[in-house]
């Protein structure tokens, strides 16, 4: 599992959004999965509404991420146009093991085409995974990412939308406070 630490900060008026760490995990010859994890560094407390509020006013917000290439990119947010994501979209998981049911529906979910899954990779994915929902107490994902599944080559968002088959996103908020994981799925 490769981690790489990042400096890189955002303003939010006073709050200051921290890039803490990166997962970056090749799941199979056509899926991989990266995994960030954020953090407020100051002594208020912030609701999981106001965290998802400055996430999305970040320049960590705007990224690409096509087959075997990750970069932050304005105006982009994975296969969508960030203006296209607005933070209603990302909808609550119910409680009672939802999350985990959700992520494994996504990495064993069938596609029309070959998709050879490294076990040692899922097994480690599997772990980190189990770690996070250890660790937090709400899950929310990205409900873009069903409608995604389904959108023809003529309607795609942006001239890199065409380079995934799915892409699924979800943001774990942990029990301590001012903090989160974002979790990204994506079958090149």
């Known amino acids: 599992m490769e981690f790489e630490k990042s400096k890189k900060s955002a303003s939010h008026k006073s ?11 090749r799941l199979g010859t056509n899926f991989q999965c990266l995994i960030s994890f954020f953090s407020i560094n100051n002594n208020k407390t912030y609701s999981s509404k106001k965290l998802l509020e400055i996430y999305k006013a970040s320049p960590f917000f ?5 087959g075997n290439f990750f970069n932050y990119l304005p105006k982009y947010h994975g296969p969508f146009l960030s203006k296209n994501v607005q933070v209603e ?11 985990l049911k959700s992520l494994d529906s996504v990495v064993n979910a069938k ?11 899922i097994g480690k994915f599997n772990e980190r995974v189990n770690k996070i ?5 709400k899950f929310v994902f990205l409900e873009n990412s069903e409608s995604f599944k389904d959108i023809k080559p003529i309607k795609y968002e942006h001239e890199w939308s ?25 079958r090149d």
């Not at 929902?133 to 107490?137: A, K, N, P, R, V």
């Not at 942990?174 to 994506?186: E, M």
């Open 89 to 99: 979209n990302y909808l609550e998981i119910p409680p009672n093991n939802s999350f």
């Open 133 to 137: 929902y250890s660790d937090c107490y």
């Open 162 to 186: 065409h380079a995934l088959v799915s892409y699924d996103e979800f943001i774990c908020f942990t029990h301590s406070k001012n903090s989160f994981f974002l979790i990204s799925l994506a």
């Open 111 to 121: 596609t029309k085409y070959k998709n050879v899954i490294n076990n040692e990779a």
């Open 15 to 25: 709050e200051d959004l921290l890039l803490n760490g990166t997962d970056y995990l």
């Open 62 to 66: 705007n990224f690409q991420l096509t």
